[in-house]
């Protein structure tokens, strides 16, 4: 009787009533998020539903996408809870009502917030009663800056309603033309996702070649990553000269999203290859949320984590965000370790109904004892001089004592948005990235070691010379300014609703990477069979070398739209035009006159993508877009080569099921590279080399993915990948003299397979989840031109298969205790390096406990 009477007070106050605007967010375990509802203007009328029982967050969902409305609630409110199925039309007031019976939680409009609250019992009400706290609507509009549609904490999904990776337009993953992957909140605390390399290591397609502790090549279909994004603004990966890019931590982002592929909308520059998209926590919550953890495992590894989100006003106009992140731990390499602190602060403005400011800081300080040059030498002779390999254990360490690899970054961004009304929207940001490192490092052992002394060796003509190691402090210091500006919004033409983007960004660069080598003669060249970490550290040159420096800059203008040419059938197109300039600062022109400053202007790069759609669940897309390089090589003429292009063709079919719950894909790609430059001949007259451009490397593969629910509380993602790679340009001879070009992108796998599930379990077991997983991949090798000469075999890890397990209980509504196990059969598997003479193993069996109490 109690429930119906509270039904009657909900049908009043949407008869009363007519829009309500809030942000729709649930915080997690790690804070506040969105449940996914786009922004919309929230009628009181009815409005028809379709909400099948199911989890309550993502019941919340749904309700949000369905009405337009927008619920506030905190994480143990919801969690564990299911909702009853809603169907027909209701005023929205009243389906919420439904929703929320048997749940115990009621929910009040105030200071234009819907908020859900533990519901009070009215006398002798039964369980399913539901009293509404007051109803007050203030500030009603259609504002929705606050609401990011992506947000994936409190869904407790291993999906996502909505992303603009690829496209910048925020689409779902099936509207996507493009082969694209989100590492949702719950994927990163399920499988203990804490850095760029886990993330990597996750994600169907890409893989890494993690060849010594600090620095790892990173690959999509056969080419390296070069380019990871932080909230869409790029951010350039420089492997040779680490400054800690692939140690970044995921503390402080909401979700990762990957695209595979060609990125010419968001990037336009670098390799065919993907981006990885790092996606910040906001300022979202109008009320006190967020979670402590302690966590600690094998190897003495030691962490913390406290994430706090909560307004500062009544109000909720003004909102901050915390985040501290601390993680220490020792290697299962001998003496190495490693300490890692990150600090984010992060500051949202409501001004009036449509105006959202916000501006943040972050820093991250990674410190690394002992870390490997390189890895661990793999080969030595036996008596008859043939080479074999090594077998040294996999915790030995060839680095001294003294060495170290220090980095920090530090970013700061600020971001005004607006909303028009109509469903248009500008946005303008501006941010600062400060990356530095310095490290002290040393490589031993560059060759085959003889049995007889422990050092390296080279043999001529019978006769054995041997080796010195190298040592070398290096600095490296980068800086980056981006600021952008933003206009999308939605077009009514033809009787059809079409989407739009425009922008300008803006962006300069500078990178300085100086060096002071170390002399390691052979005398001193500590015997690997008794290795002395203690080794007196060398004494470096007075002046390091100043090896690189330049400033980039650019500036590019963008535009995309999503066209409704019919009902099913939709055109995703667009372009990015890029004016490009690299400035170095130490010389105009290197070695044998290849340039080293040097412009691209008014670089077009197209985007066209055909969606259609038969079923609203399903779409079938064929999309083309681009990416290019500049290089500065010069022809016989004296004339600059034009960059290198990287095309990108792509068709495939996506599903979306179960209310979005659940996402699947299977496509097929065409990679190619043009104009890229290799050796023609030598210019004796200006004592220059002279280059021609080339076509470069042809890539074909597919790929399959399925992520989500795929029954009520049983979460999976998995992925398979295949590629083939070969040069269809003449192989380069310099290139083949130096061991590159030949083979092709052998050090990535050509297979990978991944799988990973968790399910919480029913009736009074329902505090209780459990889950794994398992990675495979196909076999790695390296075995360049030189090695092959020295009589060096091929440097192979074959394929092999991890085991990943996951175990999680609720002590509480709002404490729970994790244990994941990593590697659970302990299998060995090495990274080979480049030049085929080291190897890095790579991590074994560890187990990581984890307390987490929300708020």
């Known amino acids: 009787m109690v429930g119906a009477k509270a039904n009657g007070r909900a049908r009043a106050a949407a008869k009363t009533h007519r829009a309500l ?101 009215a006398p002798g009400g039964g369980g399913d009663a539901i ?56 994927v990163m605390e399920d499988k203990q996702i804490e850095d760029v390399v886990d993330i990597v290591e996750h994600t169907t397609g890409l893989s890494i070649n993690r060849y010594e502790s600090n620095r790892g ?29 692939i140690s970044t931590s995921t503390a402080i982002y909401d979700r990762v999203e990957i695209l595979r592929g060609a990125d010419g909308l968001m990037t336009g520059v670098g390799n065919p290859s993907g981006v990885i998209n790092l996606i910040r926590k906001h300022a979202d919550s109008d009320s006190f949320a967020g979670s402590v953890a302690i966590e600690g495992g094998s190897r003495s590894h030691v962490g913390g984590t406290v994430d706090l989100n909560t307004p500062l006003t009544r109000s909720g ?93 530090t970013a700061v961004f600020g971001r005004i948005a607006h909303d028009f009304g109509g469903g248009w929207q500008a946005k303008a940001g501006y941010s600062r990235g400060e990356r530095d490192s310095e490290s002290k490092i040393a490589l031993y052992y560059s060759r085959p070691i003889d049995p007889a002394t422990g050092q390296s060796f080279s043999l001529s003509r019978g006769t054995r010379r041997f080796l010195g190691g190298y040592a070398g402090r290096y600095f490296v210091e980068n800086v980056k300014e981006d600021a952008n500006l933003q206009l999308n919004g939605a077009l009514r033409l033809f009787g059809r609703t079409h989407h739009l983007v425009f922008g300008y960004d803006y962006s300069k660069e500078m990178f300085d990477g ?38 980039i800059t650019r500036n590019d203008i963008y535009a995309a739209g999503r066209f409704v040419l019919l009902d099913p059938v939709s055109l995703v197109a667009g372009a990015r035009l890029i004016n490009y300039e690299i400035r170095d600062r130490l010389s ?91 050796y023609d001949q030598i210019v004796l007259d200006e004592m220059r080399v002279a280059y021609k451009a080339v076509d470069g490397i042809l890539s074909k593969g597919l790929e399959a993915e399925l992520s989500g629910e795929i029954l009520p509380k049983w979460n999976v993602t998995a992925g398979y990948s295949h590629f083939k790679a070969r040069v269809t340009g003449p192989v380069d001879p310099l290139a083949a003299l130096l061991g590159t070009g030949v083979a092709v992108s052998t050090l990535i796998p050509r297979d990978q397979f991944n799988l990973f599930t968790s399910y919480e379990l029913p009736g009074g077991l329902d505090r209780l989840t459990i889950g794994g997983g398992v990675r495979w991949q196909s076999e790695t090798y390296s075995h360049p031109a030189a090695a092959a000469a020295a009589g060096v075999p091929k440097l192979s890890q074959g394929a092999y298969l991890v085991a990943d397990l996951l175990a999680r209980y609720r002590i509480t509504d709002a404490l729970s205790a994790q244990v994941n196990v990593s590697n659970l059969f302990d299998r060995k598997y090495f990274a080979p390096t480049d030049d085929g003479m080291q190897l890095f193993w790579q991590e074994p069996r560890s187990v990581q406990l984890r307390l987490k109490y929300r708020f």
């Open 514 to 551: 100086d060096g002071a080598p170390g002399a390691v003669p052979q005398t001193i060249t500590p015997n690997v069979f008794a290795f002395d970490p203690a080794i007196t550290e060398p004494t470096y040159i007075a002046t390091p070398n100043n090896y690189v420096d330049n400033v």
């Open 588 to 678: 105009a022109t290197g070695t044998f006159g290849d340039a080293k400053s040097y412009k691209a202007k008014n670089k077009f790069l197209p985007y066209a993508a055909l969606v259609i759609s038969p079923f609203k669940t399903l779409s079938l897309y064929a999309s083309y877009t681009t990416i290019f390089q500049p290089q500065g090589y010069r022809d016989i003429s004296n004339a600059m080569l034009p960059p290198i292009e990287g095309n990108t063709y792509e068709a495939g079919i996506k599903g979306e099921f179960f209310d979005g719950r659940l996402n699947a894909t299977l496509s097929v790609y065409r990679m190619e590279q043009k104009n890229v430059g290799q």
């Open 317 to 409: 106009t003004t909102r901050i965000r915390l985040v501290a992140d601390y993680d220490k731990r020792d290697s299962y390499i001998d003496r190495m370790g490693s300490r890692t602190y990150i600090l984010y602060g992060t500051v949202e403005q409501d001004v009036g109904e449509r105006t959202l400011l916000s501006a943040g800081i972050s820093h991250q300080d990674s410190h690394t004892d002992s870390p490997t040059w390189g890895g661990a030498p793999a080969w030595t002779v036996d008596g008859n001089d043939a080479v074999i390999p090594l077998g040294l254990d996999r915790d030995f360490n060839p680095s001294p004592d003294w060495a170290f690899w220090d980095s920090r970054y």
């Open 131 to 186: 009293l509404l706290g007051p109803v007050r609507v203030q500030g009603a509009g259609e504002g929705g800056v606050r609401h990011d549609p992506g947000t994936t904490e409190g869904t407790r999904s291993y999906t996502t309603r909505a992303m603009t990776t690829a496209t910048k337009l925020p689409l779902s993953i099936r509207e996507t033309p493009q082969s694209v992957t989100v590492i949702t909140a719950q």
């Open 21 to 121: 605007i809030a942000a729709l967010m649930v915080t997690t375990g790690l804070g506040a998020g969105g449940f996914g509802a786009a922004p919309a203007r929230a009628e009181a009328q009815a409005a028809g539903f379709d909400i099948p029982a199911q989890p309550l967050a993502t019941a919340l969902t749904a309700f949000g996408q369905q009405s337009g409305l927008q619920v506030s609630a905190r994480a143990p409110l919801v969690e564990g809870k299911t909702s009853r199925a809603i169907v027909g039309t209701l005023p929205p007031l009243e389906a919420l009502s439904q929703l929320l019976a048997g749940s115990g939680l009621s929910f009040r409009v105030a200071d234009g917030t819907v908020t859900l609250d533990r519901a009070a019992q």
């Open 217 to 245: 090549s990173m690959f999509s279909r056969g080419f390296k990553i070069e380019n990871y994004l932080v909230d869409g603004i790029p951010t350039s990966i420089n492997e040779q000269w680490s400054a800690g890019e």
